[in-house]
């Protein structure tokens, strides 16, 4: 039973507000005889509940008038706010205008006001404009891609987030490959005219861009469009991988089945700006498609620096003595060579960039890579590495060789010119002496042994020093100095003339005479008789 019926009840049972009287006095005032009138009661119930429930429909309304006025006032507010978080997204704050980098001629940019940038969010890593777009915003970076997802540049919550390079990219833009994120907002705000691109005019007339870091300039040429899945490991890995993304883009042109790792959509791509002039970069923006949850839109660009470093051949070549430097290092945009850029490079000692001095040269054997750069105050700054390299210098050394005839005495060839020196021979004033020790004096060979020592200021690591040595040779000697039966009186250089008649008075049979002096071996004698077929060697 409510409580109503319960009040009624009560009511007419003479228990409630309104009891039955009980008076036997019949003639009481007519007043009393009316409030004995089940009318009356009736009527009186009526009314307090009539008021009871009149004043409970006023509360109602009053609560209900004020709900709405809640909510009408809050639908107001978020109204608001989210036109104020679009327009702030579609607009970026003067203050952070002010620090754009831009554009001096259609060469290079003042690349030093983004330092501003910098001491405004430390993640800052450089600015992106798509020409003809709304797309023109500051490029931060967080340790994660969530952050900026919901936080502006300022590091505020923020329902259109911030426009960020993914956290595995390299905040130099070193990378093949580089991935930039943006919402997809209402209004073409922040990358919410990237879905645009499907359309080929529409591609081919918004085609170029310009990414400013804070010491290279980038134009970007779009070359292809792609719907593919937020989980394609193949597009949203990145690094030094520009020539596999490629290769998995053009395997799947115009939603051809090209395979992938999507779990939702499958990545259809076009290639509306033909095949890209470049693979040295590519750059990637990727935002919310409509069609899935999953869904992704990528747009894909070729980077070009706008500065280049040409480090020439750097120095490969054989140790000399000589300091040799980077000295082929200039600075390009395109075929031009930009006389006015300054050539620095990072001295590992100092930590410091600093102008070419004898710390970037190479003098002694070994290899050396150094990290430089070219600046320009117009074109920006483009690094670079160039490696110098210094090879042994190969040198020869070779002992004189020698013979003779037995003597008695030792064969030797041990001044210091008999050693020759050969191959690269050894730059200029440095070099080795000699100490000489091969001897020969007994019938035989041995080699014309030696050593040598380097000359001070000459180091043996920057040489490849190769030894042969020579050889000494003592042949033995035979002679038969008389014929038996017949006395030969020997001749002595520089004696008085033997008698006539003490020589044979001719040659006998079976021998002959034979001038000793014909064989270069000093006997002592100028003549004498040997058998036929001896030798004297």
């Known amino acids: 039973m409510s409580v109503i019926d319960q009040l009624r009840k009560d009511t007419l049972e003479g228990s409630g507000p309104v009891r039955r009287t009980?008076?036997?006095?019949?003639?009481?005032?007519?007043?009393?005889?009316?409030?004995?009138?089940?009318?009356?009661?009736?009527?009186?119930?009526?009314?307090?509940?009539?008021?009871?429930?009149?004043?409970?429909?006023?509360?109602?309304?009053?609560?209900?008038?004020?709900?709405?006025?809640?909510?009408?006032?809050?639908?107001?507010?978020?109204?608001?706010?989210?036109?104020?978080?679009?327009?702030?997204?579609?607009?970026t704050s003067w203050d952070l205008l002010q620090f754009k980098p831009e554009i001096i001629d259609d060469y290079g940019t003042p690349l030093a006001a983004n330092n501003m940038l910098s001491s405004i969010n430390s993640d800052y890593r450089s600015w992106l404009t798509v020409y003809d777009t709304n797309i023109d915003y500051p490029v931060v970076q967080g340790t994660d891609d969530l952050y900026y997802a919901t936080h502006d540049i300022y590091k505020q919550p923020s329902i259109s987030g911030a426009i960020y390079l993914a956290a595995a990219n390299s905040p130099d833009y070193s990378d093949s490959y580089n991935l930039i994120y943006g919402h997809h907002m209402d209004g073409d705000i922040m990358f919410g005219?990237?879905?645009?691109?499907?359309?080929?005019?529409?591609?081919?007339?918004?085609?170029?861009?310009?990414?400013?870091?804070?010491?290279?300039?980038?134009?970007?040429?779009?070359?292809?469009?792609?719907?593919?899945?937020?989980?394609?490991?193949?597009?949203?890995?990145?690094?030094n991988r520009a020539e596999q993304v490629l290769a998995f883009l053009s395997r799947n042109v115009d939603g051809a089945p090209g395979g992938g790792t999507g779990v939702g959509v499958g990545t259809r791509v076009w290639f509306y700006g033909g095949d890209p002039e470049s693979l040295n970069k590519i750059l990637a923006l990727s935002t919310c498609a409509n069609a899935s949850t999953n869904g992704r839109l990528v747009l894909f660009g070729t980077m070009t620096p706008r500065i280049a470093i040409d480090t020439g051949r750097g120095y490969d070549g054989i140790y000399d003595g000589k300091p040799h430097y980077a000295d082929q290092i200039v600075a390009r945009y395109g075929d031009t060579v930009l006389e006015d850029a300054v050539v620095e490079y990072f001295n590992e000692k100092t930590g410091q960039w600093?102008?070419?001095?004898?710390?970037?040269?190479?003098?002694?054997?070994?290899?050396?890579?150094?990290?430089?750069?070219?600046?320009?105050?117009?074109?920006?700054?483009?690094?670079?590495?160039?490696?110098?390299?210094?090879?042994?210098?190969?040198?020869?050394?070779?002992?004189?060789?020698?013979?003779?005839?037995?003597?008695?005495?030792?064969?030797?060839?041990?001044?210091?010119?008999?050693?020759?020196?050969?191959?690269?021979?050894?730059?200029?004033?440095?070099?080795?002496?000699?100490?000489?020790?091969?001897?020969?004096?007994?019938?035989?060979?041995?080699?014309?042994?030696?050593?040598?020592?380097?000359?001070?200021?000459?180091?043996?690591?920057?040489?490849?020093?190769?030894?042969?040595?020579?050889?000494?040779?003592?042949?033995?000697?035979?002679?038969?100095?008389?014929?038996?039966?017949?006395?030969v009186v020997p001749v002595v250089p520089g004696a008085p003339a033997a008698p006539a008649n003490q020589l044979p008075a001719a040659q006998p049979a079976g021998v002959r005479v034979v001038d000793i002096d014909e064989y270069d071996v000093p006997l002592g004698i100028d003549s004498v008789y040997i058998n036929v077929g001896d030798t004297i060697e």
């Open 22 to 91: 009980t008076s036997s006095r019949l003639d009481s005032s007519k007043h009393n005889l009316l409030s004995e009138s089940p009318v009356v009661k009736k009527s009186v119930v009526d009314a307090v509940l009539d008021g009871v429930v009149a004043a409970g429909n006023g509360a109602v309304s009053l609560l209900a008038g004020l709900l709405a006025t809640v909510l009408i006032v809050y639908s107001g507010y978020v109204l608001v706010d989210t036109f104020g978080l679009q327009y702030r997204a579609s607009h």
């Open 354 to 487: 600093q102008p070419m001095d004898d710390d970037a040269s190479i003098t002694d054997v070994g290899s050396k890579t150094l990290r430089v750069r070219v600046r320009h105050p117009l074109y920006g700054t483009a690094e670079g590495t160039v490696t110098l390299t210094v090879r042994k210098r190969t040198v020869i050394l070779t002992s004189a060789s020698a013979s003779k005839y037995y003597d008695g005495t030792p064969l030797t060839r041990n001044a210091q010119t008999d050693v020759a020196i050969s191959g690269y021979g050894f730059a200029e004033g440095e070099g080795v002496t000699f100490t000489i020790t091969g001897s020969q004096t007994a019938v035989g060979s041995s080699p014309n042994t030696f050593t040598f020592t380097y000359l001070p200021g000459t180091n043996p690591d920057n040489y490849d020093i190769h030894v042969t040595e020579g050889v000494l040779t003592v042949y033995q000697r035979r002679v038969v100095p008389s014929w038996p039966d017949t006395p």
């Open 193 to 239: 005219s990237l879905d645009q691109f499907k359309n080929p005019d529409y591609f081919t007339s918004h085609q170029k861009a310009l990414l400013i870091t804070e010491t290279q300039a980038y134009d970007v040429t779009f070359f292809a469009v792609a719907e593919t899945d937020a989980y394609e490991s193949n597009i949203y890995t990145v690094g």
